[in-house]
């Protein structure tokens, strides 16, 4: 199954809501921001769309604008500021740019805030717009919580056979379909490393009381282990418009177009433990949780320079850990992994650690090849 099935209707769906929720997307051209621009259209008269970003695509963006009557539309590369403007002359549509027009986005009122930015680049808007607390169970009842990684295209693969992987075979997914950072990072796990990360910091669980099992059907997407025993599951299909939705409709539903779950026609579902001597992005989030300060933003750094070296071609897929593990071993020798005092510090810490990883290249792509 993928994330984006052809064979999905594309009829309208009844409103949910008691009353008009206002929606930014910061993001809106990515996968993400797209599938929760589909299932706002499909909801008339349910969403008012507030602001769109997008990072220089401002044909894509100008279109949605558009067509989803949005108050505000904001190009990142101010750059495309005056292209932006000309395509929405007339509109009624006000246009910003660069990072305050992100920030100018974030901050208008809504009740919801899709923040799709990839990366580092996310973080001022992002923080700016974080105006909902995390409802959930008492963090007391909780004995463990399990995030589900599907294992990527390379789950069986040996040691041998990851040295030869190209990026075409990394970016196709079994499963998903996504961005192409995070695919990757899905490959190498990484993507569960930053939410073992995420999670701990969003609902205050320890560490060591977080685990990531392989799931390679894409079904089961997260547990809850109570302390009484009993385990929730949330399952779905591999479509991130289900989370989106809930998150858009809650505490209601919506009537989502995802494809709905046979389990007799799955007929099984296998778990299986990370291999993290084939897979070490895993130990190296978890390494960077441990050692805690600047650790996790050195870490996230690193992972998007690699990947993005990987996909240019210019180091093999076993390089992309090696390049994060050699960064974060150079930013504690210097001394550099002291807690970030505010958002400007960790974007300063960003900013280093990305120079760091750019350094080590050579020495890691010669190793490598």
Known sequence: MRAET??????????ALAERKRVSVLGATGSVGASTLDLIGRAPGAFEVVALTAHGNVEALAELALRHR??????????????????????????AAGPNGLIEAAL???????????????????MAAAIQAIAGADPADIERIV???????????????????????????????MGRKITVDSA?????????IEAHHLFAIPPDEIDVLVHPQSVVHGLVEFRDGSVVAQMGPPDMRIPIAH???????????A??????????????????????????????????????TVLNAADEIAVGEFIAGRIGFPAITALVEATLDAAAARGLLAEPANVDGALAVDHIARSLASALLPEIAAKSS
């Open 188 to 196: 190498t796990l990484m993507n569960k490393g930053l939410e073992l």
């Open 147 to 177: 995030l589900t990684a599907s294992g990527g295209p390379f789950r069986t693969f040996s040691l041998e056979q990851l040295q030869r992987v190209t990026p075409e075979q990394a970016l196709r997914h079994p499963n998903w379909s």
């Open 247 to 257: 998150c858009l409709a809650w505490p209601r539903r919506l009537d989502g177009p």
């Open 108 to 126: 208008l009122p809504a009740d919801c805030v899709m923040a799709a930015i990839v990366g580092a680049a996310g973080l001022h808007p992002t």
């Open 259 to 296: 494809p709905r779950l046979d389990l007799a026609k799955l007929r099984e579902l296998s778990f299986e433990t990370p291999d993290t001597a084939r897979f070490p992005a895993l130990a190296l989030a978890r390494r960077a949780l441990a050692t805690g300060g600047a650790a996790p």
């Open 70 to 95: 949005a108050k505000l539309a904001v190009v990142a590369d101010a750059g495309r500021y005056g292209a932006l403007k000309q395509r929405l002359q007339g509109s009624g549509i006000a246009v």
């Open 6 to 15: 052809p064979e999905t209707p594309a009829s309208p769906v009844r409103p």
